[in-house]
Protein backbone atom coordinates (compact mmCIF):
# COMPACT_ATOMS: atom_id res chain seq x y z
CA UNK A 1 0.00 0.00 0.00
CA UNK A 2 1.40 3.44 -1.00
CA UNK A 3 1.47 5.88 1.35
CA UNK A 4 1.38 9.31 1.11
CA UNK A 5 0.59 12.81 3.47
CA UNK A 6 -0.53 14.65 0.64
CA UNK A 7 -4.18 14.28 1.85
CA UNK A 8 -6.56 15.26 -0.78
CA UNK A 9 -10.16 17.03 0.53
CA UNK A 10 -12.93 14.50 -0.38
CA UNK A 11 -14.65 16.13 -4.27
CA UNK A 12 -18.20 17.04 -3.33
CA UNK A 13 -20.81 15.50 -5.63
CA UNK A 14 -24.30 16.13 -3.90
CA UNK A 15 -23.71 18.98 -1.97
CA UNK A 16 -22.30 22.18 -3.91
CA UNK A 17 -19.07 22.91 -3.91
CA UNK A 18 -19.58 26.18 -2.07
CA UNK A 19 -22.10 25.20 -0.02
CA UNK A 20 -21.63 26.21 3.75
CA UNK A 21 -23.93 25.36 6.53
CA UNK A 22 -25.30 28.24 8.15
CA UNK A 23 -28.94 27.08 9.31
CA UNK A 24 -31.45 24.12 9.22
CA UNK A 25 -33.50 25.40 6.15
CA UNK A 26 -30.38 25.33 4.10
CA UNK A 27 -29.21 21.84 4.72
CA UNK A 28 -32.77 20.13 5.16
CA UNK A 29 -33.30 19.85 1.29
CA UNK A 30 -30.35 17.28 1.62
CA UNK A 31 -31.67 15.29 3.66
CA UNK A 32 -34.92 15.09 2.39
CA UNK A 33 -33.67 14.23 -1.31
CA UNK A 34 -32.03 11.44 0.78
CA UNK A 35 -35.09 9.85 2.53
CA UNK A 36 -37.11 10.13 -0.83
CA UNK A 37 -34.75 8.67 -2.93
CA UNK A 38 -35.66 5.21 -4.54
CA UNK A 39 -33.55 2.84 -4.02
CA UNK A 40 -34.10 0.80 -7.65
CA UNK A 41 -30.89 -1.34 -8.16
CA UNK A 42 -27.41 -1.98 -6.22
CA UNK A 43 -25.95 0.79 -8.54
CA UNK A 44 -28.62 3.30 -6.59
CA UNK A 45 -27.77 1.79 -3.29
CA UNK A 46 -24.16 2.83 -3.87
CA UNK A 47 -24.84 6.49 -4.94
CA UNK A 48 -27.43 6.81 -2.03
CA UNK A 49 -24.82 5.93 0.46
CA UNK A 50 -22.12 8.12 -0.97
CA UNK A 51 -24.03 10.62 -0.65
CA UNK A 52 -25.02 10.40 2.72
CA UNK A 53 -21.02 9.61 3.48
CA UNK A 54 -20.75 13.13 1.87
CA UNK A 55 -23.40 14.94 3.55
CA UNK A 56 -22.25 13.22 6.69
CA UNK A 57 -18.81 14.50 6.43
CA UNK A 58 -19.43 18.01 5.75
CA UNK A 59 -21.77 18.03 8.78
CA UNK A 60 -19.14 16.44 10.86
CA UNK A 61 -16.53 19.27 9.71
CA UNK A 62 -18.89 21.62 10.59
CA UNK A 63 -19.25 20.78 13.92
CA UNK A 64 -15.57 19.85 14.72
CA UNK A 65 -14.67 23.66 14.14
CA UNK A 66 -17.26 25.09 15.89
CA UNK A 67 -15.86 22.57 18.96
CA UNK A 68 -12.24 23.28 17.92
CA UNK A 69 -12.38 27.27 18.09
CA UNK A 70 -14.82 27.38 21.48
CA UNK A 71 -11.78 24.70 23.16
CA UNK A 72 -9.02 27.62 21.70
CA UNK A 73 -10.90 30.64 23.30
CA UNK A 74 -13.35 29.86 26.10
CA UNK A 75 -13.43 33.14 27.03
CA UNK A 76 -15.40 34.27 23.37
CA UNK A 77 -18.76 34.51 23.98
CA UNK A 78 -19.43 34.28 20.15
CA UNK A 79 -17.61 31.21 19.45
CA UNK A 80 -19.63 29.46 22.11
CA UNK A 81 -22.99 30.36 20.78
CA UNK A 82 -22.33 29.02 17.34
CA UNK A 83 -21.00 25.45 19.09
CA UNK A 84 -24.40 25.71 21.26
CA UNK A 85 -26.76 26.96 18.06
CA UNK A 86 -25.09 23.97 16.12
CA UNK A 87 -25.70 21.54 18.97
CA UNK A 88 -29.30 22.80 19.84
CA UNK A 89 -30.90 24.36 16.34
CA UNK A 90 -29.68 22.01 13.99
CA UNK A 91 -28.52 18.36 15.49
CA UNK A 92 -31.13 17.61 16.59
CA UNK A 93 -33.21 18.51 13.74
CA UNK A 94 -30.85 16.09 12.01
CA UNK A 95 -31.65 13.22 14.46
CA UNK A 96 -34.83 11.74 12.85
CA UNK A 97 -33.34 11.85 9.49
CA UNK A 98 -30.74 9.90 10.43
CA UNK A 99 -33.17 7.56 11.74
CA UNK A 100 -35.49 7.45 8.97
CA UNK A 101 -32.29 6.94 6.75
CA UNK A 102 -31.01 3.73 9.40
CA UNK A 103 -34.86 2.49 8.50
CA UNK A 104 -34.38 2.68 4.93
CA UNK A 105 -31.39 1.01 4.53
CA UNK A 106 -31.87 -1.70 6.49
CA UNK A 107 -35.59 -1.78 5.35
CA UNK A 108 -34.01 -2.36 1.60
CA UNK A 109 -34.04 -5.60 0.40
CA UNK A 110 -31.11 -4.32 -1.42
CA UNK A 111 -28.92 -4.08 2.24
CA UNK A 112 -28.53 -7.93 1.78
CA UNK A 113 -26.05 -7.47 -1.32
CA UNK A 114 -23.88 -5.47 1.07
CA UNK A 115 -21.48 -8.75 1.56
CA UNK A 116 -18.39 -6.81 1.67
CA UNK A 117 -16.33 -7.82 4.99
CA UNK A 118 -16.24 -4.07 5.66
CA UNK A 119 -20.16 -3.81 5.60
CA UNK A 120 -20.74 -5.97 8.59
CA UNK A 121 -19.69 -3.58 11.60
CA UNK A 122 -21.29 -0.75 9.16
CA UNK A 123 -24.74 -2.58 9.20
CA UNK A 124 -24.43 -3.91 13.09
CA UNK A 125 -23.87 -0.32 14.32
CA UNK A 126 -26.61 1.18 11.90
CA UNK A 127 -29.04 -1.29 13.94
CA UNK A 128 -27.97 -0.94 17.01
CA UNK A 129 -28.78 3.30 16.59
CA UNK A 130 -32.03 2.44 15.51
CA UNK A 131 -32.67 0.08 18.82
CA UNK A 132 -31.53 3.02 20.83
CA UNK A 133 -33.37 5.99 18.39
CA UNK A 134 -35.64 7.83 20.82
CA UNK A 135 -37.86 10.86 19.88
CA UNK A 136 -37.70 12.16 22.95
CA UNK A 137 -34.14 11.79 24.09
CA UNK A 138 -33.41 14.13 20.80
CA UNK A 139 -33.68 17.59 23.39
CA UNK A 140 -31.88 15.75 26.07
CA UNK A 141 -28.93 14.78 24.31
CA UNK A 142 -28.38 18.31 22.65
CA UNK A 143 -28.78 19.73 26.12
CA UNK A 144 -25.81 17.33 27.21
CA UNK A 145 -23.52 18.05 24.22
CA UNK A 146 -24.11 21.85 25.26
CA UNK A 147 -23.70 21.71 29.40
CA UNK A 148 -20.60 19.28 29.06
CA UNK A 149 -18.80 22.13 27.33
CA UNK A 150 -18.90 24.10 30.56
CA UNK A 151 -16.52 21.76 31.74
CA UNK A 152 -13.90 23.35 29.75
CA UNK A 153 -15.06 26.86 30.51
CA UNK A 154 -14.32 26.53 34.33
CA UNK A 155 -11.15 24.67 33.90
CA UNK A 156 -9.78 27.13 31.34
CA UNK A 157 -9.77 29.96 33.66
CA UNK A 158 -8.17 28.09 36.47
CA UNK A 159 -4.65 29.72 37.19
CA UNK A 160 -2.27 30.13 39.87
CA UNK A 161 0.36 32.53 40.81
CA UNK A 162 4.35 31.39 41.10
CA UNK A 163 6.80 33.28 42.17
CA UNK A 164 4.68 36.23 41.35
CA UNK A 165 3.84 34.51 37.71
CA UNK A 166 0.22 33.68 37.42
CA UNK A 167 0.32 30.45 35.39
CA UNK A 168 -2.59 27.75 34.27
CA UNK A 169 -2.72 24.31 35.96
CA UNK A 170 -0.82 22.69 33.01
CA UNK A 171 1.80 24.98 33.02
CA UNK A 172 2.34 25.26 37.25
CA UNK A 173 3.06 21.43 36.73
CA UNK A 174 6.01 21.59 35.77
CA UNK A 175 7.21 23.01 39.19
CA UNK A 176 6.17 19.60 40.57
CA UNK A 177 9.38 18.21 38.60
CA UNK A 178 11.73 21.04 41.09
CA UNK A 179 14.57 19.29 42.72
CA UNK A 180 13.03 21.54 45.50
CA UNK A 181 10.94 20.20 47.63
CA UNK A 182 9.10 22.80 49.09
CA UNK A 183 8.52 24.38 46.20
CA UNK A 184 6.37 21.52 44.49
CA UNK A 185 4.77 20.91 48.08
CA UNK A 186 3.40 25.15 47.63
CA UNK A 187 2.39 24.34 44.15
CA UNK A 188 0.53 21.26 44.60
CA UNK A 189 -1.62 22.70 47.07
CA UNK A 190 -2.04 25.86 45.24
CA UNK A 191 -3.12 23.54 42.15
CA UNK A 192 -5.45 21.47 45.22
CA UNK A 193 -6.86 24.59 46.48
CA UNK A 194 -7.71 26.56 42.77
CA UNK A 195 -9.25 22.96 42.05
CA UNK A 196 -11.71 23.30 45.52
CA UNK A 197 -12.52 26.85 44.35
CA UNK A 198 -14.65 25.49 42.01
CA UNK A 199 -15.44 22.09 43.13
CA UNK A 200 -19.29 22.96 44.02
CA UNK A 201 -19.54 24.04 40.42
CA UNK A 202 -18.31 21.30 39.01
CA UNK A 203 -20.53 19.15 41.66
CA UNK A 204 -23.30 21.17 40.30
CA UNK A 205 -22.56 20.76 36.61
CA UNK A 206 -22.19 16.64 37.15
CA UNK A 207 -25.41 16.27 39.08
CA UNK A 208 -27.06 18.12 35.97
CA UNK A 209 -25.38 15.80 33.68
CA UNK A 210 -25.72 12.90 35.63
CA UNK A 211 -29.43 13.34 36.29
CA UNK A 212 -30.15 13.92 32.24
CA UNK A 213 -27.87 10.74 31.27
CA UNK A 214 -30.21 8.20 33.00
CA UNK A 215 -33.45 9.89 31.81
CA UNK A 216 -31.81 9.08 28.42
CA UNK A 217 -31.09 5.82 29.54
CA UNK A 218 -34.44 5.64 30.65
CA UNK A 219 -36.29 6.17 27.53
CA UNK A 220 -34.03 4.04 25.91
CA UNK A 221 -35.92 1.05 27.77
CA UNK A 222 -32.33 0.99 29.58
CA UNK A 223 -32.07 0.22 33.81
CA UNK A 224 -29.44 2.46 34.03
CA UNK A 225 -27.12 4.81 31.87
CA UNK A 226 -23.92 2.47 31.89
CA UNK A 227 -25.68 -0.28 29.96
CA UNK A 228 -26.75 2.47 27.62
CA UNK A 229 -24.02 3.60 27.02
CA UNK A 230 -22.11 0.57 25.94
CA UNK A 231 -24.70 0.00 23.49
CA UNK A 232 -24.46 3.55 22.16
CA UNK A 233 -20.41 3.19 22.19
CA UNK A 234 -21.18 -0.22 20.26
CA UNK A 235 -18.85 -2.27 23.14
CA UNK A 236 -20.09 -5.57 21.15
CA UNK A 237 -17.07 -7.26 21.94
CA UNK A 238 -16.69 -7.16 25.72
CA UNK A 239 -19.04 -6.73 28.69
CA UNK A 240 -18.96 -4.86 32.04
CA UNK A 241 -17.97 -8.34 33.88
CA UNK A 242 -14.71 -8.23 31.99
CA UNK A 243 -14.39 -4.49 32.91
CA UNK A 244 -14.76 -5.83 36.78
CA UNK A 245 -12.21 -8.33 35.77
CA UNK A 246 -9.38 -5.62 33.92
CA UNK A 247 -9.80 -4.07 37.81
CA UNK A 248 -9.02 -6.74 39.60
CA UNK A 249 -6.06 -7.70 37.54
CA UNK A 250 -4.71 -3.81 37.97
CA UNK A 251 -4.98 -4.66 41.69
CA UNK A 252 -3.40 -7.64 41.81
CA UNK A 253 -0.57 -7.34 39.06
CA UNK A 254 0.24 -3.84 38.39
CA UNK A 255 -0.46 -1.89 42.02
CA UNK A 256 2.90 -4.27 43.52
CA UNK A 257 4.90 -2.61 40.04
CA UNK A 258 3.88 0.46 40.82
CA UNK A 259 4.60 0.07 44.81
CA UNK A 260 8.29 -1.30 43.82
CA UNK A 261 8.75 1.95 41.87
CA UNK A 262 7.80 4.63 44.35
CA UNK A 263 9.81 2.95 46.47
CA UNK A 264 12.74 2.92 44.72
CA UNK A 265 12.00 6.90 43.53
CA UNK A 266 11.88 7.36 47.41
CA UNK A 267 15.39 5.53 48.08
CA UNK A 268 16.59 8.01 45.25
CA UNK A 269 14.97 10.95 46.10
CA UNK A 270 16.14 9.79 49.92
CA UNK A 271 12.86 10.39 51.32
CA UNK A 272 11.58 8.75 54.36
CA UNK A 273 8.01 9.13 53.58
CA UNK A 274 6.82 9.59 49.45
CA UNK A 275 4.38 12.10 48.90
CA UNK A 276 2.31 13.02 45.81
CA UNK A 277 4.23 15.98 45.03
CA UNK A 278 7.65 14.03 45.30
CA UNK A 279 6.55 12.02 42.39
CA UNK A 280 7.46 13.40 39.41
CA UNK A 281 10.72 15.26 41.19
CA UNK A 282 14.41 14.30 40.71
CA UNK A 283 17.21 14.45 43.02
CA UNK A 284 18.64 17.83 43.94
CA UNK A 285 21.34 18.64 41.59
CA UNK A 286 19.75 17.00 38.68
CA UNK A 287 17.73 19.44 36.69
CA UNK A 288 13.98 18.41 35.44
CA UNK A 289 13.74 17.54 31.50
CA UNK A 290 13.06 20.33 29.97
CA UNK A 291 12.38 18.71 25.92
CA UNK A 292 11.74 21.97 24.42
CA UNK A 293 10.68 25.93 24.89
CA UNK A 294 8.04 26.48 22.30
CA UNK A 295 5.55 24.94 20.50
CA UNK A 296 6.86 25.65 17.21
CA UNK A 297 10.11 23.67 18.30
CA UNK A 298 7.84 20.59 19.77
CA UNK A 299 6.51 20.70 16.50
CA UNK A 300 9.88 20.61 14.36
CA UNK A 301 11.50 18.24 17.10
CA UNK A 302 8.36 15.96 16.68
CA UNK A 303 8.46 15.35 12.57
CA UNK A 304 12.03 14.89 12.97
CA UNK A 305 11.28 11.85 15.27
CA UNK A 306 8.58 10.58 13.42
CA UNK A 307 10.54 10.85 10.39
CA UNK A 308 13.21 9.06 11.47
CA UNK A 309 10.36 6.22 12.57
CA UNK A 310 8.72 6.04 9.08
CA UNK A 311 8.95 9.02 6.74
CA UNK A 312 4.57 8.90 5.99
CA UNK A 313 4.74 9.89 9.75
CA UNK A 314 6.68 12.59 9.58
CA UNK A 315 5.06 13.84 6.21
CA UNK A 316 1.61 13.93 8.04
CA UNK A 317 2.80 16.42 11.00
CA UNK A 318 4.43 18.36 8.76
CA UNK A 319 1.20 18.44 6.45
CA UNK A 320 -0.87 19.37 9.65
CA UNK A 321 1.81 21.85 10.29
CA UNK A 322 1.31 23.83 7.23
CA UNK A 323 -2.60 23.80 7.16
CA UNK A 324 -2.65 25.07 10.59
CA UNK A 325 -3.88 22.24 12.60
CA UNK A 326 -2.20 22.62 15.23
CA UNK A 327 -2.61 24.45 18.13
CA UNK A 328 0.07 23.02 21.25
CA UNK A 329 0.60 25.82 24.12
CA UNK A 330 -1.03 25.78 27.46
CA UNK A 331 -2.67 30.24 27.49
CA UNK A 332 -4.93 31.76 30.05
CA UNK A 333 -8.68 30.71 28.57
CA UNK A 334 -7.88 27.83 26.69
CA UNK A 335 -9.86 24.57 27.37
CA UNK A 336 -7.77 21.83 29.24
CA UNK A 337 -6.47 18.48 28.26
CA UNK A 338 -5.38 17.82 24.90
CA UNK A 339 -6.91 16.05 21.60
CA UNK A 340 -6.60 14.96 17.56
CA UNK A 341 -9.95 16.01 16.06
CA UNK A 342 -10.56 14.15 12.39
CA UNK A 343 -12.26 16.50 9.95
CA UNK A 344 -13.60 13.95 7.63
CA UNK A 345 -14.06 16.17 4.35
CA UNK A 346 -10.87 17.57 4.47
CA UNK A 347 -9.53 14.68 5.94
CA UNK A 348 -6.15 16.24 7.88
CA UNK A 349 -6.90 16.51 11.73
CA UNK A 350 -6.55 18.97 14.41
CA UNK A 351 -3.63 18.38 17.40
CA UNK A 352 -5.51 20.17 20.65
CA UNK A 353 -2.93 20.39 23.61
CA UNK A 354 -1.67 22.49 26.48
CA UNK A 355 2.07 22.45 26.02
CA UNK A 356 4.28 24.20 29.21
CA UNK A 357 7.61 22.36 28.46
CA UNK A 358 7.60 19.10 30.14
CA UNK A 359 8.23 15.47 29.55
CA UNK A 360 4.83 14.97 29.56
CA UNK A 361 4.39 17.45 26.66
CA UNK A 362 6.20 15.25 24.74
CA UNK A 363 4.14 12.31 25.42
CA UNK A 364 1.10 14.18 24.74
CA UNK A 365 2.78 15.22 21.39
CA UNK A 366 3.57 11.79 19.87
CA UNK A 367 0.09 10.34 21.32
CA UNK A 368 -2.02 12.75 19.23
CA UNK A 369 0.14 12.12 17.06
CA UNK A 370 -0.07 8.73 16.91
CA UNK A 371 -4.43 9.42 16.58
CA UNK A 372 -3.59 12.05 13.53
CA UNK A 373 -1.83 9.30 11.53
CA UNK A 374 -4.63 6.90 12.12
CA UNK A 375 -6.80 9.80 10.35
CA UNK A 376 -4.25 10.06 7.62
CA UNK A 377 -4.55 6.18 6.70
CA UNK A 378 -8.16 5.84 7.08
CA UNK A 379 -9.13 8.97 4.87
CA UNK A 380 -9.38 7.13 2.00
CA UNK A 381 -12.16 4.87 2.98
CA UNK A 382 -15.43 4.76 0.76
CA UNK A 383 -17.80 5.66 3.65
CA UNK A 384 -17.38 8.28 6.26
CA UNK A 385 -19.49 5.45 8.23
CA UNK A 386 -16.06 3.16 7.51
CA UNK A 387 -13.51 5.67 9.26
CA UNK A 388 -15.05 5.73 12.22
CA UNK A 389 -13.29 3.05 14.09
CA UNK A 390 -13.35 1.90 17.86
CA UNK A 391 -11.89 3.84 20.15
CA UNK A 392 -9.68 1.16 21.66
CA UNK A 393 -8.13 1.02 18.72
CA UNK A 394 -7.95 4.58 18.46
CA UNK A 395 -6.11 4.17 21.39
CA UNK A 396 -3.82 1.44 20.37
CA UNK A 397 -2.84 3.80 17.37
CA UNK A 398 -1.39 6.95 19.52
CA UNK A 399 -0.40 4.43 22.66
CA UNK A 400 1.66 2.82 20.35
CA UNK A 401 3.04 5.43 19.16
CA UNK A 402 4.57 6.67 22.16
CA UNK A 403 6.47 3.72 22.60
CA UNK A 404 7.68 3.04 19.41
CA UNK A 405 9.28 6.56 19.26
CA UNK A 406 11.01 6.40 22.27
CA UNK A 407 14.40 5.39 20.50
CA UNK A 408 13.91 8.13 18.13
CA UNK A 409 13.72 10.81 21.21
CA UNK A 410 17.48 11.90 20.47
CA UNK A 411 15.33 14.87 18.94
CA UNK A 412 14.34 15.71 22.27
CA UNK A 413 17.23 14.71 24.47
CA UNK A 414 20.71 15.80 23.63
CA UNK A 415 22.51 13.25 26.03
CA UNK A 416 22.67 9.46 26.92
CA UNK A 417 21.68 10.57 30.92
CA UNK A 418 18.75 12.77 29.31
CA UNK A 419 17.70 9.94 27.04
CA UNK A 420 17.71 7.23 29.75
CA UNK A 421 15.73 9.64 32.13
CA UNK A 422 13.37 10.26 29.97
CA UNK A 423 12.70 6.16 28.50
CA UNK A 424 12.51 5.46 32.34
CA UNK A 425 10.00 7.79 32.98
CA UNK A 426 7.50 6.91 29.89
CA UNK A 427 8.05 3.40 31.26
CA UNK A 428 6.95 3.84 34.60
CA UNK A 429 4.33 6.03 33.46
CA UNK A 430 2.71 3.15 31.04
CA UNK A 431 2.86 1.04 34.54
CA UNK A 432 1.39 3.99 36.78
CA UNK A 433 -1.05 5.05 34.41
CA UNK A 434 -3.18 1.87 35.07
CA UNK A 435 -4.32 2.15 38.81
CA UNK A 436 -5.91 6.06 37.65
CA UNK A 437 -7.76 3.76 34.65
CA UNK A 438 -9.24 1.74 37.14
CA UNK A 439 -10.00 4.44 39.29
CA UNK A 440 -12.07 6.31 37.00
CA UNK A 441 -13.29 3.14 35.10
CA UNK A 442 -14.36 1.35 38.43
CA UNK A 443 -15.78 5.02 39.67
CA UNK A 444 -18.40 5.32 36.40
CA UNK A 445 -19.59 2.14 36.95
CA UNK A 446 -20.69 2.60 40.98
CA UNK A 447 -22.44 6.43 39.61
CA UNK A 448 -24.38 5.35 37.06
CA UNK A 449 -25.19 2.06 39.21
CA UNK A 450 -26.56 4.24 41.79
CA UNK A 451 -28.22 7.34 39.32
CA UNK A 452 -29.79 8.47 42.35
CA UNK A 453 -27.21 8.59 44.95
CA UNK A 454 -26.39 12.41 47.03
CA UNK A 455 -22.60 13.84 47.32
CA UNK A 456 -22.13 12.34 50.15
CA UNK A 457 -22.63 8.92 49.09
CA UNK A 458 -21.00 9.78 45.82
CA UNK A 459 -18.10 10.68 47.68
CA UNK A 460 -17.59 7.65 50.34
CA UNK A 461 -17.74 5.50 47.10
CA UNK A 462 -14.95 8.09 45.52
CA UNK A 463 -12.96 7.31 48.94
CA UNK A 464 -13.16 3.89 48.73
CA UNK A 465 -12.58 3.43 45.26
CA UNK A 466 -9.37 5.37 45.31
CA UNK A 467 -8.48 3.99 48.01
CA UNK A 468 -8.17 0.58 46.52
CA UNK A 469 -6.13 1.89 43.62
CA UNK A 470 -3.29 4.03 45.99
CA UNK A 471 -0.07 2.51 46.22
CA UNK A 472 0.52 1.62 50.18
CA UNK A 473 4.17 3.68 49.34
CA UNK A 474 2.72 6.81 48.64
CA UNK A 475 1.70 8.83 51.74
CA UNK A 476 -1.38 10.52 51.67
CA UNK A 477 -2.60 11.91 54.66
CA UNK A 478 -3.77 15.29 55.49
CA UNK A 479 -4.21 15.33 52.30
CA UNK A 480 -8.06 14.57 52.00
CA UNK A 481 -9.88 17.97 50.97
CA UNK A 482 -7.61 17.75 47.31
CA UNK A 483 -8.12 14.24 46.90
CA UNK A 484 -12.00 13.54 47.73
CA UNK A 485 -12.85 16.25 44.19
CA UNK A 486 -9.65 14.99 42.68
CA UNK A 487 -12.41 12.93 40.29
CA UNK A 488 -13.64 16.07 39.15
CA UNK A 489 -10.17 17.14 37.40
CA UNK A 490 -10.63 14.19 34.77
CA UNK A 491 -12.83 15.62 31.54
CA UNK A 492 -13.81 12.70 30.30
CA UNK A 493 -16.52 12.10 33.32
CA UNK A 494 -18.11 15.36 32.26
CA UNK A 495 -17.88 15.28 28.28
CA UNK A 496 -16.86 11.69 27.16
CA UNK A 497 -18.49 8.85 29.91
CA UNK A 498 -17.51 5.78 30.58
CA UNK A 499 -14.69 6.72 27.89
CA UNK A 500 -11.54 5.43 29.61
CA UNK A 501 -11.19 1.98 30.51
CA UNK A 502 -10.02 2.05 26.54
CA UNK A 503 -6.74 3.52 27.44
CA UNK A 504 -6.66 0.14 29.37
CA UNK A 505 -7.53 -1.96 26.52
CA UNK A 506 -5.38 -0.10 24.48
CA UNK A 507 -2.12 0.09 26.42
CA UNK A 508 -1.84 -3.63 26.19
CA UNK A 509 -2.61 -3.46 22.66
CA UNK A 510 0.64 -0.60 22.24
CA UNK A 511 2.89 -2.95 24.89
CA UNK A 512 2.01 -6.06 22.48
CA UNK A 513 2.74 -4.41 19.26
CA UNK A 514 6.05 -2.34 21.25
CA UNK A 515 7.24 -6.38 22.60
CA UNK A 516 6.45 -7.47 18.45
CA UNK A 517 8.77 -4.01 17.77
CA UNK A 518 11.53 -5.14 19.79
CA UNK A 519 11.77 -8.31 17.71
CA UNK A 520 11.33 -7.01 14.05
CA UNK A 521 10.68 -3.13 14.10
CA UNK A 522 9.39 -3.64 10.51
CA UNK A 523 6.83 -6.51 10.65
CA UNK A 524 5.35 -4.25 13.99
CA UNK A 525 5.27 -1.06 11.92
CA UNK A 526 3.62 -2.90 9.23
CA UNK A 527 1.30 -4.71 11.47
CA UNK A 528 0.65 -1.49 13.42
CA UNK A 529 -0.49 0.20 9.60
CA UNK A 530 -2.70 -2.51 8.62
CA UNK A 531 -4.81 -2.51 11.76
CA UNK A 532 -4.81 1.32 11.02
CA UNK A 533 -5.78 1.40 7.45
CA UNK A 534 -9.01 -0.93 8.40
CA UNK A 535 -10.20 2.00 10.12
CA UNK A 536 -13.91 0.59 11.66
CA UNK A 537 -14.06 -1.63 9.01
CA UNK A 538 -13.67 -5.15 11.43
CA UNK A 539 -14.86 -5.61 14.85
CA UNK A 540 -12.43 -4.80 17.41
CA UNK A 541 -11.08 -8.54 18.01
CA UNK A 542 -10.45 -8.46 13.86
CA UNK A 543 -9.04 -5.22 14.22
CA UNK A 544 -6.34 -6.34 17.24
CA UNK A 545 -5.82 -9.50 15.01
CA UNK A 546 -4.52 -7.72 11.98
CA UNK A 547 -1.69 -5.85 14.09
CA UNK A 548 -0.61 -9.12 15.56
CA UNK A 549 -2.08 -9.03 18.67
CA UNK A 550 -4.57 -11.16 20.76
CA UNK A 551 -7.97 -8.96 21.62
CA UNK A 552 -7.58 -9.95 25.57
CA UNK A 553 -8.42 -9.07 29.12
CA UNK A 554 -7.32 -11.96 31.66
CA UNK A 555 -5.50 -11.75 34.53
CA UNK A 556 -2.85 -13.82 32.95
CA UNK A 557 -2.67 -12.11 29.60
CA UNK A 558 -2.21 -8.17 31.62
CA UNK A 559 0.42 -10.37 33.82
CA UNK A 560 2.44 -11.29 31.32
CA UNK A 561 2.83 -7.78 29.47
CA UNK A 562 3.37 -5.95 32.85
CA UNK A 563 6.06 -8.11 33.70
CA UNK A 564 7.74 -7.34 30.29
CA UNK A 565 7.11 -3.83 30.70
CA UNK A 566 9.00 -4.00 34.26
CA UNK A 567 11.93 -6.09 32.60
CA UNK A 568 12.68 -3.47 29.95
CA UNK A 569 12.48 -0.87 33.01
CA UNK A 570 14.58 -2.83 35.14
CA UNK A 571 16.93 -3.35 31.95
CA UNK A 572 17.84 0.64 31.53
Same mark, same amino acid.
Request: hydrophobic share 35%.
Given at each position: ???????????????????????????????? #?? =?? *? $???????? %??? +? !? /???? @????????????????????????????????????????????????????????????????????????????????????????????????????????????????????????????? #?? =?? *? $???????? %??? +? !? /???? @????????????????????????????????????????????????????????????????????????????????????????????????????????????????????????????? #???? *???????????? +??????????????????????????????????????????????????????????????????????????????????????????????????????????????????????????????????????????????????????????????????????????????????????????????????????????????????????????????????????
Amino acid at each position: MKLDANIKPLHRQFLPENFKITDWSTLEPYFK #DL =AG *R $ELSDKQAL %DQW +L !Q /DISE @LEAVVSEEACWRQINMTRDTTDTALAESFTFFMTEIQPKMQPYADQLNRKLIESPLSNELTEPEYFTYLRNVKKNIELFREENIPLQSELAVEAQQFGAIAGKMTVTVNDQEYTLQQAAKFLESP #DR =AL *R $ESVYRKIG %DRR +L !Q /DKDA @LDDLFDSLLKKRHQVALNAGFENYRDYRFAELGRFDYSKENCFQFHEAVRQHVLPLVDKIYQQKKEKLGLDVLRPWDIDAEPAGTEPLRPFNTGSELVEKAIHCFNELNPFFGDCLQKMNEMGRL #DLES *RKGKAPGGYNCP +LAETGAPFIFMNAAGTMDDVTTMVHEGGHAIHSFLTHPLKLSAFKEYPTEIAEVASMSMELFSMEHWTAFFKTPGELKRAHEQQLERVLTIFPWIATIDQFQHWIYEHPTHTREERLAAWQTILASFTPSTLDTSGLEDYRNFNWQRQLHLYEVPFYYIEYGIAQLGAIGLWQQYKKDKTQALQHYIQALSLGGTRPLPQLFEAAGLRFDLSPDHIKGLMEFVKGELDGL
